[in-house]
């Protein structure tokens, strides 16, 4: 009976109908939830609200599946129905969250399996760009270290292409200070991808990232910069160009998780590249020919951008591909006319808006959406993809769940 009236408690506490809880409930639920969703905080989490409650954390568990609240959400809902006041249940809470932090500051830290595999197909006006990435790796409570190998199918509207992309080592490091959490990362790629079929830089890459946010209940405001010598999805877009050169970028935004299994988010990025870029284009196949090659007169192809010069100048027959055009890169729609060109840094400078939401449709999946507008290209791009998490499902299988 019992579990009926907790059950029944956390369902009014959920219902759209119900006042808002102050901000500062909000925050101390959401400290509870964010640590209850990781699979190796999960134990100590259930463990101290059920010893705070008096029940067995047997209990906990079968009300989570019982009603699908969180477990910050059950332990309100179970204060509420013994009487507590909101200033009582505000204590208690922030009670549980400083015993949860400091019996995972005591834990030694637990090296745990990383294996994801995530999809997304990025469409714009410029064509469709699908992408497949398995990851593997270890992580800690404060470190990750992954390998990715992406693939990708480039279709654009008179060129397709597809194959191994640049393979990718990745570290993580992430911490956390009262509301405040940071975050840096190290990518290093390697040339396994073949630039003229825009599937790599041709070279070994680096992007050094660090961000920092600010939880405000269940808000978290963020804002990151990196600096990279090959920008192609680093921030805000998958871009119809992989390009060589040192860039800065940025990002920032806001995220609220209004349900455990929904995160929605907005905010705006930035390239800002320095000194020449060479850029390999994913929309085309295309190599310019060589004075002598054209006949005189010839008129230059349709849609060829007018600041390009006609005939190439230095360039060789196709297939021998010795040097890229030098032209400025004023549309991206140029990027359709050549395969290899060099521009110079402000034709690539970038920014913009995006949004993004995160479904969790049900433990080790998610399904994520995501949209983009470049500001100085006039591209909006759209994103769809799914993620899976294969170490979470080998997790429930080892452990029998």
């Given at each position: 009976?019992?579990?009926?009236?907790?059950?029944?408690?956390c369902?009014?506490?959920?219902a759209?109908?119900?006042?808002?809880?102050?901000?500062?409930?909000?925050?101390?639920?959401?400290?509870?939830?964010?640590?209850?969703?990781?699979?190796?905080?999960?134990?100590?989490?259930?463990?101290?609200?059920?010893?705070?409650l008096?029940?067995?954390?047997?209990?906990?568990?079968?009300?989570?599946?019982?009603t699908?609240?969180?477990?910050?959400?059950?332990?309100?809902?179970?204060?509420?129905?013994s009487?507590?006041?909101?200033?009582?249940?505000?204590?208690?809470?922030?009670?549980?969250?400083?015993?949860?932090?400091?019996?995972?500051?005591?834990?030694?830290?637990?090296?745990?399996?990383?294996?994801?595999?995530?999809?997304?197909?990025?469409?714009?006006?410029?064509?469709?760009?699908y992408?497949?990435?398995?990851e593997?790796g270890?992580?800690?409570?404060?470190?990750?270290?992954?390998?990715?190998?992406?693939f990708?199918?480039n279709?654009?509207?008179?060129?397709?292409?597809?194959?191994?992309?640049?393979?990718?080592?990745?570290?993580?490091?992430?911490?956390?200070?009262?509301?405040?959490?940071?975050?840096?990362?190290?990518?290093?790629?390697?040339?396994t991808?073949d630039?003229?079929?825009?599937?790599?830089?041709?070279?070994?890459?680096?992007?050094?990232?660090?961000v920092?946010?600010?939880?405000?209940?269940?808000?978290?405001?963020?804002?990151?910069?990196?600096?990279?010598?090959?920008?192609?999805?680093?921030?805000?877009?998958?871009?119809?160009?992989i390009?060589?050169?040192?860039?800065?970028?940025?990002?920032?935004?806001?995220?609220?998780?209004?349900?455990?299994?929904?995160?929605?988010?907005?905010?705006?990025?930035?390239?800002?590249?320095?000194?020449?870029?060479?850029?390999?284009?994913?929309?085309?196949?295309?190599?310019?020919?060589?004075?002598?090659?054209?006949?005189?007169?010839?008129?230059?192809?349709?849609?060829?951008?007018?600041?390009?010069?006609?005939?190439?100048?230095?360039?060789?027959?196709?297939?021998?591909?010795?040097g890229?055009?030098?032209?400025?890169?004023?549309?991206?729609?140029?990027?359709?006319?050549?395969q290899?060109?060099?521009?110079?840094?402000?034709?690539?400078?970038?920014?913009?808006?995006?949004?993004?939401?995160?479904?969790?449709?049900?433990?080790?999946?998610?399904?994520?959406?995501?949209?983009?507008?470049?500001?100085?290209?006039?591209?909006?791009?759209?994103r769809?993809?799914?993620?899976?998490?294969?170490?979470?499902?080998?997790?429930?299988?080892?452990?029998?769940?």
């Amino acid at each position: 009976m019992r579990a009926i009236r907790l059950a029944f408690a956390c369902l009014l506490l959920a219902a759209p109908g119900r006042p808002a809880q102050p901000s500062e409930l909000d925050a101390e639920v959401a400290r509870v939830d964010a640590a209850g969703a990781n699979p190796d905080h999960k134990l100590v989490v259930v463990a101290v609200l059920a010893e705070h409650l008096k029940v067995h954390r047997n209990h906990l568990v079968f009300l989570r599946k019982q009603t699908g609240d969180s477990y910050g959400r059950i332990f309100v809902a179970s204060l509420e129905e013994s009487g507590a006041s909101k200033a009582d249940i505000l204590r208690q809470l922030r009670s549980v969250n400083a015993e949860i932090e400091r019996r995972l500051r005591s834990e030694p830290a637990r090296l745990s399996p990383v294996f994801l595999v995530s999809s997304a197909a990025d469409h714009s006006s410029l064509g469709t760009f699908y992408t497949v990435t398995p990851e593997i790796g270890f992580e800690t409570r404060h470190a990750a270290l992954v390998i990715g190998a992406p693939f990708y199918r480039n279709s654009a509207v008179s060129f397709t292409a597809g194959g191994l992309g640049d393979a990718y080592v990745a570290g993580y490091l992430r911490g956390a200070a009262g509301r405040f959490d940071f975050g840096t990362s190290l990518t290093v790629g390697l040339p396994t991808g073949d630039p003229l079929r825009g599937l790599g830089a041709g070279e070994t890459t680096a992007d050094g990232a660090g961000v920092v946010g600010v939880r405000l209940a269940a808000w978290r405001l963020f804002a990151g910069g990196g600096y990279t010598n090959s920008v192609f999805a680093n921030v805000g877009y998958q871009r119809p160009y992989i390009s060589e050169g040192p860039a800065a970028h940025f990002s920032g935004g806001l995220e609220v998780t209004p349900h455990r299994r929904l995160r929605l988010g907005a905010g705006g990025f930035a390239v800002r590249p320095h000194g020449e870029q060479q850029v390999y284009s994913r929309l085309t196949d295309m190599h310019p020919t060589a004075p002598g090659i054209i006949p005189p007169g010839t008129p230059a192809p349709k849609g060829w951008p007018k600041n390009w010069p006609w005939p190439p100048q230095g360039q060789v027959p196709a297939g021998q591909r010795t040097g890229p055009l030098r032209v400025h890169l004023a549309d991206l729609l140029g990027l359709q006319q050549a395969q290899w060109i060099e521009a110079p840094a402000q034709d690539l400078q970038d920014h913009g808006v995006n949004a993004w939401a995160s479904i969790g449709l049900f433990p080790g999946v998610s399904l994520d959406f995501a949209a983009a507008r470049s500001v100085p290209f006039r591209l909006t791009t759209v994103r769809a993809g799914l993620v899976f998490d294969v170490a979470h499902w080998i997790g429930q299988v080892r452990h029998g769940h």
